[in-house]
């Protein structure tokens, strides 16, 4: 489907070529207008339809023109190789996120700025690009602190390993991402000299895992548990507590399924610690087991019919629902992206003594089509009074894309 662009904030900044860098820029002009112009057009589509100001768009996109798009190396080819973020190799995921306190929508993202195109070969999984995108949110996010970004750093990435143990390991684990960068994109813009964001960093367990011989989920509990001052923050460790309480009743394989370990550049206490646990099954009723924790986690009975039914709308009736016997999968094989599973995600906060679950659904695993996931989606929203009367989700994505 081709649609017309029709943005007055993208067409001024494409005017604007002086607005500076305060980072070298690491790509020729011509490959980072490349990412410019397919994944800023995307983004700036994205904060059309999300109703963003224009201050606030301009402030944005301009760092995401002049900072992201020259650190995402060149375009990319055949021979490129792919990130560990999107299904089909590519550096991004973008979304509009919805929340029934509000109609305003807001729009996220993450991106993988690992040296992929060309691949660094002498340190494959080196994080330096990644660093000089932190160390520019340092000087412009306010509220910014790296501590835990900084622990975290030391005890999944592996770039301090010889050039054949990180190939090794790479060709173990089957990509070559260390970290992945997110953006919470604000509608207010705090001064001219802040980013109206806030940034985030993802760690997948996957290398430290495969280095020392252990499970995926023993790589990530222990990395919580090594925390500087972590011992301060008793909520955090009662939930991380319950998810080892229930991981424990399961079969080993299980801990295979985590797929990152995130947290917030905010100051420890205030940042969050977000777990991404697979599923490699399709049964509803072990979905809803694992977003409870078993019913360690209390309160959510009233919303589990409403997940059960996006779940059956958006996969176009064919995701099964009913408990019943599953063929089994390896945790392991679901965590490359060659296959997206059932996420299971819980945030850990030092003001909860308990997990707060979100369920990540994959319907394209079982759609024909994205038409069917969009109107599937749309209808849940009717349904539960979501919809915005001036179009539908459908109507909004093909107008970005």
Request: aromatic share 10%; with cysteine; glycine share 6%.
């Amino acid at each position: 489907m081709a649609v017309k662009i029709d943005s007055s904030t993208f067409h001024a900044m494409e005017q604007d070529k002086a607005i500076p860098s305060t980072l070298e820029k690491t790509s020729t002009a011509a490959e980072s207008a490349y990412w410019w112009n397919t994944s800023g057009q995307d983004l700036t589509r994205m904060l059309q339809e999300a109703d963003y100001s224009q201050d606030v768009r301009h402030q944005f996109l301009s760092y995401y023109r002049d900072v992201i798009c020259p650190r995402l190396g060149n375009r990319p080819h055949d021979g490129s190789v792919k990130s560990g973020v999107g299904r089909d190799g590519n550096p991004f995921e973008y979304s509009f996120e919805l929340k029934g306190t509000t109609k305003k929508q807001a729009v996220r993202f993450v991106v993988d700025v690992s040296e992929l195109r060309p691949a660094d070969r002498n340190n494959p999984l080196g994080i330096a690009t990644s660093q000089q995108v932190v160390d520019s949110l340092a000087e412009r996010s306010p509220g910014f602190d790296d501590t835990w970004y900084r622990s975290l750093s030391l005890w999944f990435v592996k770039s301090n390993l010889s050039t054949e143990e990180q190939q090794a390991l790479i060709a173990e684990v089957g990509y070559q991402t260390s970290v992945i960068l997110g953006f919470d994109i604000h509608h207010r813009v705090s001064s001219p000299q802040h980013l109206p964001v806030l940034g985030k960093v993802y760690f997948p367990p996957c290398f430290v895992a495969a280095a020392t011989g252990s499970t995926r989920w023993q790589a990530t509990r222990l990395a919580i548990r090594q925390l500087p001052g972590i011992d301060t923050y008793p909520n955090i460790l009662r939930s991380l507590e319950k998810i080892e309480e229930y991981l424990s009743t399961k079969p080993k394989d299980w801990e295979e399924g985590v797929r990152y370990l995130a947290t917030d550049f905010l100051a420890p206490g205030k940042a969050r610690l977000k777990l991404y646990m697979r599923y490699a099954g399709d049964s509803f009723d072990d979905i809803w087991d694992y977003y409870t924790l078993g019913g360690r986690i209390t309160g959510l009975e009233a919303d589990k019919e409403k997940f059960r039914d996006l779940i059956t709308q958006t996969s176009g009736g064919n995701h099964m629902t009913d408990g019943g016997a599953q063929e089994p999968r390896d945790q392991r094989s679901v965590a490359p992206v060659a296959r997206k599973a059932t996420a299971i995600y819980m945030s850990l906060s030092a003001d909860n003594a308990c997990p707060t679950p979100k369920i990540c659904i994959y319907p394209a695993n079982y759609a024909k089509n994205d038409e069917i996931i969009a109107r599937g989606l749309d209808s849940w929203l009717r349904k539960q009074q979501w919809d915005d009367s001036e179009g539908t989700l459908e109507e909004q994505v093909k107008r970005v894309l």
